[in-house]
């Protein structure tokens, strides 16, 4: 048996969550199964009954496999294909059903919501102190801390050697020959910065 890494089995969760929900699942149970984020579960499952997500399960197949034979202690973005046809971009549903779906911590989509956090900023270089490794967040997540303690134990930001950086690219380059996209924001699955 493997041992699945945090940012292989957090993307195993996804997976899991749009699984089930792609199984003919009434809007308004889909809305009580997951009270984190009932409107946005409602709207995956109408998308499903509505046959507009025919193509996403097996894309996200195939990233979890990817994902989990690179075993990285970071979670790639989920797939900005599947990422756009499930509406993680729109505004039409809350920063904390998104965030909630995604699994970040609360403090970090408070921060990103409320102070307009669209990326790593200088408040986040601030907090850089120098140790050789180099920080790795998720694409499209924004921390409200890089040392945010629920953030790291979810496997959306940590440190690691530069050595490991490798692995991080070949993952990116596998992701980007079997699942190609045309997402102008996401080209890469993981934002990083050295500490100076």
Same mark, same amino acid.
């Given at each position: 048996?493997t &041992?699945?890494? #945090?940012?292989?089995s957090e993307?195993?969760r996804? &997976?899991n969550?749009?699984?089930?929900l792609?199984?003919e699942?009434?809007p308004?149970?889909?809305?009580?199964a997951y009270?984190q984020?009932p409107?946005f $579960?409602?709207h995956? $499952?109408?998308? =499903?009954i509505?046959? +507009?997500l025919?193509d996403?399960?097996? +894309? %996200?197949? *195939?990233?979890?496999?990817?994902?989990? #034979?690179?075993?990285?202690?970071?979670?790639? $973005?989920?797939?900005?294909?599947i990422?756009?046809?499930?509406?993680?971009?729109? #505004?039409?549903?809350?920063?904390?059903?998104?965030g909630?779906?995604?699994? &970040?911590?609360?403090? !970090?989509?408070k921060s990103?919501?409320?102070e307009?956090?669209? @990326?790593?900023?200088?408040?986040? +270089?601030?907090e850089?102190k120098?140790? @050789?490794?180099? =920080?790795?967040? *998720?694409a @499209?997540?924004?921390?409200?801390s890089i040392?945010?303690?629920? $953030?790291i134990?979810?496997g959306?930001?940590?440190?690691?050697?530069?050595?490991?950086?490798?692995?991080l690219?070949? %993952?990116?380059?596998e992701?980007?020959?079997?699942?190609?996209? !045309?997402?102008?924001?996401y080209?890469e699955?993981?934002?990083?910065?050295m @500490?100076?």
């Amino acid at each position: 048996m493997t &041992y699945a890494s #945090k940012g292989s089995s957090e993307l195993q969760r996804i &997976y899991n969550i749009l699984k089930n929900l792609s199984m003919e699942f009434d809007p308004d149970l889909a809305s009580k199964a997951y009270p984190q984020f009932p409107n946005f $579960a409602a709207h995956l $499952a109408k998308l =499903f009954i509505d046959d +507009r997500l025919f193509d996403i399960m097996q +894309r %996200l197949e *195939t990233q979890v496999k990817i994902v989990f #034979k690179y075993n990285p202690s970071i979670r790639p $973005a989920l797939d900005p294909y599947i990422s756009t046809q499930i509406g993680i971009f729109s #505004k039409e549903i809350s920063d904390f059903e998104i965030g909630h779906f995604l699994n &970040y911590p609360d403090c !970090c989509i408070k921060s990103f919501s409320e102070e307009i956090r669209y @990326g790593l900023d200088e408040k986040h +270089r601030s907090e850089m102190k120098p140790n @050789g490794e180099v =920080f790795v967040t *998720t694409a @499209g997540f924004i921390p409200h801390s890089i040392y945010c303690d629920e $953030a790291i134990s979810k496997g959306l930001v940590g440190f690691i050697p530069k050595s490991s950086v490798a692995n991080l690219k070949k %993952l990116e380059k596998e992701l980007a020959i079997l699942l190609p996209h !045309c997402h102008s924001e996401y080209q890469e699955h993981y934002y990083e910065f050295m @500490g100076e």
